[in-house]
């Protein structure tokens, strides 16, 4: 398992034997980071879609905190590196580094908190000035289920627009459209994996060309 985990540190999806070392049976490693203010609960989105659990108490990330769950994902065995990100200033040097190599980006805001829903711009300007071109992203408003909210789901669903990229309003506390989350993003980077691996087919037999838009066109799709 350790292997597999520093292998895959810092790549987006590798494909792998159908029998691991540990007796678990998987076809690719897909890693994901979620990134977002301090606060906004991307560790209780995290908890709650691999352990299930939900945890009231605020305790804040430091650095870094890793988590692996692998589900079922268009038939295809996927085991998902999800990594949660400190949202404090002091360890932005240290999280942007984890930003190149991941394969889907989840931007999360506080539906009771303008601050942090202003900040997504931010956010999404660091994420294309070190994240690769082709992840794919989905932006969150988590808290939902709180009855203090000062952003509208209208306004998420706007910037979402804006920015090209899918939206999800949740809540980690009452376990909505938490799963929906993780899956939705799954699908979108398993979806651009087998349009590239066709792509490329239909391309391998053209002998001298160069495909100019490989690599790029890709879409970006847009937690208690």
């Known amino acids: 398992m350790t292997s597999v985990k520093q292998e895959n540190k810092m790549s987006g999806l590798r494909t792998v034997s159908a029998s ?3 007796g678990k049976s998987y076809d690719s490693i897909m890693k994901i980071l979620l990134i977002g203010d301090s606060g906004v609960g991307k560790s209780c989105l995290l908890v709650r879609f691999v352990d299930d659990k939900f945890n009231p108490s605020f305790i804040t990330t430091i650095g870094i905190d890793f988590k692996i769950k692998t589900v079922d994902i268009n ?21 942007t580094a984890y930003y190149r190599g991941a394969m889907g980006i989840i931007l999360v805001y506080d539906v009771t908190d303008e601050r942090t829903f202003t900040n997504i711009r931010q956010w999404f300007k660091t994420v294309n000035e070190h994240a690769n071109d082709d992840a794919q992203l989905l932006l969150v408003g988590n808290k939902s289920d709180m009855d203090t909210r000062t ?23 009452n376990d909505d459209n938490v799963n929906e989350i993780f899956f939705t993003l799954a699908r979108l980077i398993q979806e651009k994996i ?5 792509a490329g087919g239909a391309n391998s037999g053209r002998e001298g060309n160069i495909n100019i838009n490989s690599g790029s066109g890709s879409t970006k799709s847009g937690c208690c």
């Open 20 to 22: 691991s070392g540990t």
């Open 151 to 173: 952003v509208t789901y209208e306004q998420g669903e706007t910037l979402a627009k804006e920015l090209g990229i899918p939206f999800v309003e949740s809540s980690a506390k």
């Open 75 to 95: 038939g295809k065995k996927t085991k998902l590196q999800l990594w949660d990100t400190a949202g404090q200033e002091r360890f932005r040097t240290i999280t």
């Open 194 to 198: 087998d349009n590239d691996k066709l």
